[in-house]
């Protein structure tokens, strides 16, 4: 492992760096660094008229935007910088574009940051009104539920960063702005519970199930796919639901902008999900061994998605009250139907077919 010893660095090192220190009172300034010819001088990158100057602009210099198959270096060293010789290695692992990309992430990135919302500010949450005790109850279990599996989507992208190369800084900073987004959806969900005289209800083992099967995935892209194309595309298409359904203006305003954020979230890993496959060196191979992990955490991301804790506050919310959950679980099912045919097609989209092989059915078990 590469340590670096500062006790014991260079002796010359230490007499020229005290030297060039006594130079400075006398004048004598080094500025090699003004005059390096590596150094790709003359950059700039165009302004877009009413948007500002956006990453994807920075990337149209081709000496800067160039993404190398297999990054050139494993320090920190900014892409398209000179650097100096004998820099520290940050000891990353994902040093192959493959395994990172997508080739939607700059956008997404300008996308994230031009749409930050505020969670304490932008809900209209002075508009909450009392609910039939039912119907606080299932909203409040819906916000439990969200609360709960919210955040994995920030641990997951954090698991990994540090372990990306620099040299792929778009997908890093476009993974900072999902944990940003994470933590927002995480606190707006507890603040929905926690507002309108109910509090936070069940969280279910079966959940948590699905969530540790993300969190511990052993590569990144088995846990990118099962978290950004499988489990946050149905969480899209609850939203979508959510907003549809909920009771007050408050609850459809939480879910609309939950919902443009998971939406770029869910964008990134299914363009991600295509770009390895396409570029894997061993596709096949590759493609055999997702198909067995997709197998079993699609089992394990529907038992979470039928679970009655789950299931059933969407059902009392879609009937307006326990009375008419009948009808409530007529749309409950066209919301599963949904899911799922969403959720073939994202795979189709990423060249990943799973329709024929799923055990899953757009036809809701219940
Ligand atoms: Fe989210
Ligand atoms: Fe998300």
């Known amino acids: ?77 900014p892409r398209g910088a000179a650097f100096e010789t004998d820099l520290p290695q940050m000891l990353y692992t994902y040093n192959d574009k493959y395994l990172v990309w997508a080739d939607n992430v700059e956008s997404l990135y300008d996308e994230a940051i031009s749409r930050q919302w505020d969670a304490t500010r932008d809900i209209p949450w002075h508009d909450l009104e009392p609910l039939p005790p039912d119907m606080e109850r299932a909203m409040c279990q819906v916000a439990t539920f969200l609360t709960e599996v919210e955040f994995i989507a920030a641990d997951f992208p954090a698991k990994w960063l540090w372990r990306m190369n620099q040299h792929f800084h778009e997908v890093k900073l476009f993974l900072a702005t999902q944990v940003v987004d994470e933590a927002r959806h995480l ?40 978290m950004h194309v499988l489990g946050e595309g149905l969480v899209l298409d609850i939203f979508r639901a959510g907003e549809f359904l909920s009771p007050t203006d408050v609850e459809k305003k939480i879910f609309r902008l939950c919902m443009q954020d998971e939406a770029r979230h869910v964008s990134y890993g299914t363009m991600h999900l295509k770009y390895f496959l396409e570029h894997h060196p061993d596709r096949e191979t590759a493609l055999t061994e997702l198909h067995q992990f997709a197998d079993a955490g699609e089992d394990i991301i529907q038992r979470a998605f039928t679970s009655a804790s789950v299931i059933e506050p969407f059902a009392v919310i879609a009937g307006e009250g326990v009375e008419g959950m009948e009808t409530g679980f007529e749309t409950v099912r066209l919301v599963y139907s949904k899911m799922i045919e969403e959720y073939f097609r994202r795979c189709d989209r990423a060249g990943f077919p799973r329709r024929d092989r799923s055990r899953l059915s757009p036809a809701a078990p219940f």
Not at 45 to 58: D, S, W, Y
Not at 193 to 215: F, K, Q, V
């Open 1 to 77: 492992m590469a340590i670096i010893d500062l006790a014991g660095s260079d002796a010359r090192e230490d007499d020229e760096r005290a030297a060039y220190l006594d130079g400075i009172a006398e004048g004598r300034y080094d500025l090699s660094w003004m005059h390096d010819e590596r150094v790709a001088w003359g950059s700039k990158a165009a302004l877009r008229p009413g948007v500002g100057l956006t990453l994807k602009a920075t990337n149209q210099l081709d000496h800067y935007g160039k993404v190398l198959d297999r990054a050139p270096g494993g320090s920190m060293a």
């Open 187 to 226: 606190e707006v969900f507890r603040k929905r519970a926690l507002a309108n005289g109910g509090g936070l209800g069940l969280a279910s083992r079966t959940a948590e199930r699905a969530l540790s099967m993300i969190i511990n995935a052993d590569t990144y892209l088995k846990g990118s796919y099962l």
